[in-house]
Each structure stands twice: as C-alpha cells, then as structure tokens.
C-alpha cells in the first residue's frame, strides 16, 4: 500500500474500539477482551485485532454480512414507523424497500453504533465505555473520512451560506444532530447581521445606552427564536425525524423497581414510582442555590477586589494590583466550575433517568446554571448593583484592603471616600459588555480548541508513562515502538488510527 493509503481509505472499517490494559492483571484482562469479542459476534460484527500504543488493542470492526446490517436498517425503520416518526410503512420487501431509500452512511454508521452499544436486550451488544465489565474499553469510534473532509473544505471555501442541498450532505454523512448545528449556526450567524448593522448605527448617531437598540434587539431575539422553530420543524419533516424524540434507548445504569405489562402490547417495562423520580429531581434546587452561592460568592469577591484597587487604591504597584481579580478568577473559577459540572453529573446519575436522551437533558440543565452564572453575573453586579447602589456600597469596600495592604505605603492609600465624593464609573458596564461579547468569545474559542490539544498532549504524556511503568514491572526496560510489528500495506493507516485515538470524543 503507498504511504498516501493511509488517508485515502478506511480499509473497509466500520468503527474502532480501544481497549486499554496497561492497569489490569493479565488473566482478567484476556477474559474481558475474549467477552468483547464474543459479544461483538454475537451481534453479527466481524473484528480483526492490531496493536495499540501504550498496552492497548485497537478492535477493528466492520458487519459480517451486509444482508445483517439490510435487516437491521430495515428493522429501524418499521420501529419509526410504528412510533410515528415516518409518514408510510416500509416496504414489506427489505431491497425494494432499501432500492426505493438507499441507506446512507450516517444511518449505517448509527445501526453499527447501536448493535456494539445498545442493551442485549434490545439486540445490541451491551458494550459501554469505562463502565463495569467494559472499563477496559476505553472507547468506541468512527474513523475520519479524511479525503471527503478535504473535499468539504474546498467547497465551502468558495461559498458564503449553506444551501439545503449542503446540509443534506451533512446529514447523510454524519447524521441529524451534526446537521441541526451547521443550520442553526449558519441562522444564528445570518440574524446577528441586522442587530450588528442596527447597533453601528445606533452607536455612531444615537449615542451610548440607547432604549431604541435594546428595544430593537429584544424585538429581533423574539423574531429569530420563532424562524428557528419553524426551521427545525421543517428540517425534522425534510429528514424524516419529526418525534424522533419517542424512541429512546434505555439506558444501562438505570435501576427499576416495578416490572409492569403493557396491557395493549403485553411488553414488560421496567419502571421506577414518579413519585420518587420527582423526590430526587427536586435535589436540583438545593444544587442551584448552591452554584449560586459558590460561583456568587467567587465572583462578589473578586468585583469587590477589582472596584477597590482600581477605584479607590492609590498606592504602588495599582497597574499590576489592578490583575489579581483576574488572577483569582481564572485560578479558582476552573475548579470550582468542574467540581459544580461533577456534582450536576453524579446527582443527575442519582435521578436514575430511564433513557439516555432523558439524562443527557438533565445534565444539560444543570450545567446551564453554572454557565449562566459564570457568564451574566459581572454583568449584572454592575449594572444592577454598582451603577445604581455604587455610591452607597464604597464605604464598605474596605474589607477589600487587606489585598493590597502589604504594598500602601500609607493608611490614605487605603481610605474609602465618603459616598458623598465617590462616583461610579459609566463607562464600566459598556467595557464588560464588549469583553462579553469580544474578548469572552477569543478565551472561549482558546478552550475550545488550545486547552484540548494542550490537554491530549499531557494525556498522551501519562499513558506513555504508565504503560512504560507497567513494561518494566513485567518484563523490563522500555517497550519497543508500536509500529516496529505493523505489516508495511498496513503501517501508515495504523499510525493514522493511533493518532486518531487520542482525540478527544465529539461532543
């Protein structure tokens, strides 16, 4: 195989699975990858097995047989029509039914993903990243289409807007919800233009503050969020997907206490009192008043230090002193934002929500608070507490002295004027809202995109580190290179696998 076969082809791979042992003896990891496998036969998924880097396995799988994944796919589709999500039934015959709606690669993709993870009970594997007898399987992935990316690119370089046809494409080729981001970005992005058009104009004749503009904006918001949901609706009917919702899967960790029978149907549904699913959801309040008063009392906190040094101090140092608001914040607010987003996950566990849609909803919800604090709350410090109440509030700003004590050189440095002398300062709040809307959006972009490289590079650091150490307390001295055994038709496509595997999941 030429070098440049490692890009061009998948080499007939459905998705990879990783299977991580560097931590766990040897005999109970060979009896946990002989039930990966047994269980991904099972389901009608052909492997085939090649080395990873540091003590893993990559697990090659593709669909033993397309007439499988013909009965799958046709299978999906009657289950849709049943709950209502497509308008007609499918034909009786599988190829007619195929021949007249061609399976695309999204909905291949999406069958395979199901028959690796979903319960055995609904005929899939039962397979689950990190959990139970599966914690070695560390995850499961499609690979790039790397040519097709390339071709995307070009395309969409020598155009401005997506057209239906474009997100069609999307659709068929990495499903509904990846589909659902580029048109509702492309719409978000295409609205912003006349409140951004409006606010130039705004700023250039009528002057800071205008009731006009926010008249306008609050106007346009509403306008927006109504075409959308008119969008949506039209792309869930264009893409066959309108109720979709309906079809859950249910979800591995979800403890039942009733068994009950479908008195139309006769399916057993496992099921847990509503009474007491609503007991645990009520946990969200107490867990909201305490985001509040945490990620409230950091950002208080750090106000009242930046209106102190930059307001009132008047010693040393004050151009740098004016930075340690900062520095708190971008220190403490990390961790106390991912202790808060580890609370919101496990009490969203302790619900014990019966489908995976429903969990990652209330998981959502949750992390929407922290976020909403963390991003509004300066903003509304300042423009509902320092500009009307400033004046009344700086008398007791000196607690915040003790920040900078160890550099005044005097008592007066630190002394708050009266309210009567103090002014506030108006152009504060216009200087928040452009950070929010500027500067916050380059940071958010940084950890988007900088922290998660910076971050797979470290991990990448500690996994080569613990397979070495768990080389040396085997067999020891330094593990040969990965690659050294990899068959020459095979070695740049592997290295490409192995690359791809330190990627962080897509969410």
């Keep these: 195989m030429a070098k440049s076969q490692g890009i061009l082809t998948n080499m007939g ?6 299977f991580r042992f560097a931590t766990t003896d040897r005999p109970k990891a060979e009896q946990r990858f002989e039930n990966l496998i047994q269980a991904l036969a099972g389901v009608g998924l052909a492997t085939e097995v090649r080395n990873g880097d540091n003590h893993s396995l990559l697990v ?5 047989s397309e007439e499988h994944i013909f009965g799958e796919v046709y299978r999906s589709r009657v289950k849709d029509w049943m709950y209502g999500v497509r308008a007609a039934a499918p034909s009786k015959e599988v190829r007619q039914s195929l021949d007249g709606e061609p399976m695309n690669e999204s909905e291949r993709l999406r069958i395979i993903h199901q028959l690796i993870t979903n319960p055995t009970s609904e005929g899939g594997a039962g397979i689950t990243p990190k959990k139970g007898q599966w914690e070695n399987v560390e995850s499961v992935f499609a690979l790039h289409d790397h040519v097709y990316n390339k071709a995307w690119i070009k395309k969409w370089s020598t155009q401005y807007l997506l057209t239906p046809e474009d997100l069609d494409e999307i659709r068929n080729r990495l499903g509904e919800k990846v589909a659902y981001y580029f048109a509702f970005t492309q719409a978000y992005f295409t609205f912003l233009t006349a409140p951004a058009a409006f606010g130039l104009a705004a700023w250039a004749l009528l002057g800071s503050f205008s009731p006009l503009y926010a008249i306008f904006a609050s106007i346009w918001c509403v306008v927006f969020v109504e075409y959308w949901k008119h969008q949506e609706t039209d792309l869930a009917v264009r893409w066959n997907v309108r109720g979709v919702s309906k079809i859950n899967t249910k979800r591995h960790e979800f403890a039942h206490e009733k068994v009950v029978t479908d008195p139309v149907t006769g399916e057993e549904a496992h099921i847990i009192p509503a009474t007491k699913r609503l007991q645990r959801q009520l946990l969200q309040v107490p867990f909201a008043l305490v985001a509040a008063l945490l990620l409230g009392a950091l950002i208080s906190t750090a106000f009242g230090i930046e209106i102190f040094i930059s307001e009132i101090y008047n010693g040393p140092f004050k151009s740098v002193l004016v930075f340690l608001p900062t520095v708190i914040l971008t220190t403490c607010m990390p961790i106390l934002s991912g202790a808060l987003t580890t609370l919101a996950t496990r009490l969203s566990d302790y619900e014990n929500h019966s489908t995976n849609a429903a969990h990652e909803k209330a998981v959502t919800q949750k992390i929407f608070v922290i976020n909403f604090i963390t991003s509004y709350l300066p903003i509304f410090l300042t423009a509902f507490v320092y500009v009307p109440f400033g004046t009344v509030l700086v008398p007791y700003l000196d607690v915040f002295s003790l ?43 940084a950890m988007e995109v900088v922290v998660p490289y910076l971050k797979r590079q470290g991990f990448l650091k500690y996994r080569e580190m613990q397979s070495s150490r768990a080389h040396a307390a085997s067999a020891g001295g330094a593990p040969p290179p990965t690659s050294l055994t990899d068959e020459p038709e095979e070695k740049d496509f592997l290295a490409r696998v192995r690359s791809e595997t330190e990627l962080d999941i897509y969410d």
Excluded at 13 to 18: F, N, R, S
Excluded at 409 to 435: D, G, H, W
């Design 403 to 445: 920040t900078v004590r160890p550099f005044a050189e005097n008592e007066k440095q630190l002394q708050t004027p009266a309210s009567a002398k103090f002014s506030i300062n108006p152009s504060r709040l216009r200087k928040q809202v452009i950070y929010f809307t500027v500067t916050a959006q380059i940071v958010g972009f």
């Design 13 to 18: 791979v459905d998705y990879v699975i990783v």
């Design 60 to 64: 090659f799988v593709k669909v033993a």
